[in-house]
């Protein structure tokens, strides 16, 4: 009954920002992460928000550049990517669990959206 829909992808130049968008359906959630997948790689976790949106926590190789934030009013969490890089392109997905505190773990969210394409050019 829970449906996770991301959006924002796109097509971008290095150094330029795009906001990724995460909307919820079906019922109320705690915990989301974002994690992005390249061809050939496995999926990496990128960044991960509580469910009051009082913790945050990032991977060492988007920290400083991408911000996590979450609206409960309209169930949905937000991923801004600032100074993006050529290694950024990837699918990024949204992910969700009944779990309240932050979580890096694939195997910890039960919910997944059907990701986002984010395309970097040099």
């Known amino acids: 009954q829970v449906q996770l829909v991301e959006s924002g992808g796109g097509l971008v130049q290095a150094g330029d920002s795009l906001r990724l968008s995460c909307v919820a359906s079906?019922?109320?959630?705690?915990?989301m992460g974002w994690f992005r997948q390249a061809p050939g790689k496995e999926r990496e976790f990128i960044s991960t928000?509580?469910?009051?949106?009082?913790?945050?926590l990032y991977s060492d190789s988007v920290k400083g550049r991408f911000t996590l934030s979450r609206d409960s009013a309209k169930n949905t969490v937000y991923l801004r990517m600032n100074m993006l890089k050529p290694e950024d392109t990837a699918v990024y997905y949204c992910?969700?669990?009944?779990?309240?505190?932050?979580?890096?773990?694939?195997?910890?969210?039960?919910?997944w959206g059907q990701g986002t394409q984010v395309t970097v050019s040099s």
């Open positions: 928000i509580n469910w009051s949106g009082s913790v945050t």
């Open positions: 992910a969700a669990t009944s779990r309240l505190t932050v979580q890096i773990r694939p195997d910890e969210y039960d919910y």
């Open positions: 079906g019922r109320t959630l705690n915990t």
